[in-house]
């Protein structure tokens, strides 16, 4: 069973944003959710504009993000939280996965819209071509987007996952995803308020 989540939030206001995300992953496990996909950028809100390059509010996503960690150890429940992640000093829209307590992979946006109301490219870098991993809130990750996340108990799930506008581009990486096995497709998706 999954579901998607739209949870109220507050423009760079982390606390919240993280008490509203594990407040409905609560209410999902309860309804026997086993796969909640949040917004991208949901922890930190999507509009925050220059306020992404702020290390105060980068910091204040790893937080939120070690919370809902934290809050998943006691849930039967794969979570997709969208955050932004800095590495080597450039800025990623991602989405966090999250089971048990553990970060099981961080996946970068790869198609970065940049025209009409959005101006992704001014905040973010697209997604680097290699899988590598890097140190994230405590723990050594997975980082890219050629991740598929299998689970042991129900081999026939395989999920793979990407972040809104990765879905309109000509070849989008869901069907990398695809053709490397992936059952289920995951997306992360939000806009700004026009």
């Known amino acids: 069973k999954a579901c998607t989540v739209s949870p109220a939030l507050r423009v760079a206001d982390c606390a919240f944003n993280t008490q509203q995300t594990i407040a409905a992953m609560q209410r999902a496990a309860a309804d026997g959710v086993q796969l909640a996909v949040f917004p991208e950028l949901g922890l930190t809100g999507y509009t925050c504009g220059d306020l992404f390059f702020q290390q105060s509010l980068q910091r204040a996503a790893v937080k939120g993000l070690a919370a809902v960690l934290e809050a998943s150890t006691a849930l039967d429940l794969m979570a997709l939280v969208g955050l932004p992640v800095a590495v080597d000093g450039k800025l990623y829209n991602c989405a966090a996965v999250v089971h048990g307590g553990r ?49 042991a108990e129900m081999p026939e799930f395989t999920l793979g996952v990407e972040l809104c506008e990765d879905l309109w581009a000509a070849l989008p990486p869901s069907t990398h995803h695809a053709l490397a096995g992936a059952t289920v497709i995951a997306n992360l998706s939000a806009s700004d308020e026009t």
Request: aromatic share 16%; proline share 10%; glycine share 8%.
């Open 103 to 151: 970060l099981l992979g961080l996946v970068p946006k790869t198609f970065l819209p940049n025209y009409g109301e959005f101006y992704e490219l001014r905040h973010y870098n697209p997604a680097p071509d290699a899988l590598r991993m890097i140190r994230f809130a405590g723990a050594d990750v997975p980082f890219g987007t050629k991740l598929l996340f299998r689970c």
